[in-house]
């Protein structure tokens, strides 16, 4: 097995269940990921209460996925002060397993090693939106736009 195919199915078991294409409920919580990013650093459900976390899966031979990431850095950058983490995932993250960027530029995290309850990876790119309170707020395949941030995300940061 391929160490890119062991990531992209690592990836697959992240988040919380949502049929392809369609958000999860409120109801869904998020109690026991773990994310080891590309640095070493650990990110957990439990230190990562109180903020709002995107989790954007994607990949380098993605056309929807190399439009989004930008739009994506953009938004963090925006509002990383007002409690937003947004942490990419790579589904073909290179032989050392550090992942693939398309630009230097991008501000946010790239986990570099993913753990958590068996969940879901219907298509690429997937985004995932869990709100402060640890509840998944939006599962879905498909790229954000600005309007779509805004719509989710937005309301979810002016929450405390």
Not at 16 to 38: C, E, K, P, Q, Y
Not at 72 to 101: C, K, M, Q, T
Not at 135 to 146: I, L, P, T
Request: proline share 6%.
């Amino acid at each position: 097995m391929t160490r890119a195919f062991k990531v992209f199915a690592a990836a697959t078991a992240l988040l919380m269940s949502a049929d392809a294409g369609s958000a999860a409920t409120g109801n869904d919580v998020i109690n026991s990921f773990r994310f080891t990013l590309a640095d070493g650093t650990v990110l957990t459900s439990a230190n990562l209460r109180g903020r709002v976390v995107m989790v954007n899966f994607w990949a380098s031979w993605c056309v929807p996925c190399r439009k989004e990431l930008p739009l994506l850095n953009s938004y963090y950058r925006a509002h990383r002060a007002d409690g937003l983490v947004v942490i990419g995932v790579a589904a073909d993250p290179g032989e050392d397993g550090r992942g693939r960027w398309l630009s230097p530029t991008i501000a946010f995290p790239q986990a570099a090693r993913v753990g958590g309850p068996d969940y879901r990876l219907p298509a690429i790119p997937m985004n995932y939106v869990i709100g402060r309170d640890g509840k998944v707020a939006y599962a879905k395949s498909g790229a954000f736009d600005q309007a779509k941030l805004d719509t989710i995300v937005g309301p979810l940061l002016k929450k405390r």
